[in-house]
């Protein structure tokens, strides 16, 4: 990715998967605890650290950012397939849960991270589920705060702070998009 003529690689990743034919399969509480419970435990075993999410009935969106030991390909199938496989078990059920595919936007900056969180945490609110962010269980509105605070040492509103930027990839010399 170019950024003001330079490659720019964050390690920072905004992906969306989506189930096979749009099934609405996290309108079941229980997948939603089951996927839910498998992100939290490839963050607990350090697979990844997992910055936002949001489970809907037929996608998911994470913002989260791989160990150096593994690639986002194999990260996202790893987490796709485990819960696939989980969930047919349950379900007495077979084949494919996820499309094949995934979209995936390298997060370039804090700018960009913010606004990727704002549309996951708004996202149950666009598709008119719940009012407000807060009202919808499925989604990291309640804990990003902390787990910013956690691993930025600073709250949402010292975002410009010198160790984003340097964890994003951005030295202090490079110039944001939106000053």
């Not at 720019?8 to 419970?37: M, P, S, Y």
């Not at 077979?94 to 960009?112: K, L, T």
Request: charged fraction near 30%.
């Amino acid at each position: 990715m170019e950024f003001r003529g330079r490659k720019v690689e964050t390690g920072v990743h905004f992906v969306t998967f989506t189930t096979v034919g749009k099934k609405d399969i996290f309108a079941n509480q229980r997948a939603c605890e089951l996927l839910l419970h498998h992100l939290k435990e490839g963050e607990r075993l350090g697979r990844y650290v997992l910055l936002a999410w949001v489970i809907m009935p037929d996608h998911v969106h994470l913002i989260l950012m791989p160990d150096e030991k593994y690639d986002l390909s194999s990260t996202i199938k790893g987490i796709k397939g485990s819960f696939a496989r989980k969930w047919n078990a349950e379900q007495c059920s077979r084949g494919a849960v996820w499309q094949e595919s995934f979209y995936e936007h390298e997060v370039r900056n804090e700018a960009d991270l913010l606004e990727k969180v704002r549309y996951i945490h708004g996202n149950a609110v666009m598709a008119s589920i719940v009012q407000v962010p807060h009202e919808y269980r499925w989604t990291s509105v309640d804990e990003f705060p902390n787990k910013f605070r956690k691993l930025f040492g600073t709250d949402m509103s010292g975002v410009r702070e010198p160790r984003l930027r340097e964890r994003v990839g951005l030295s202090e010399d490079v110039a944001d998009d939106n000053p």
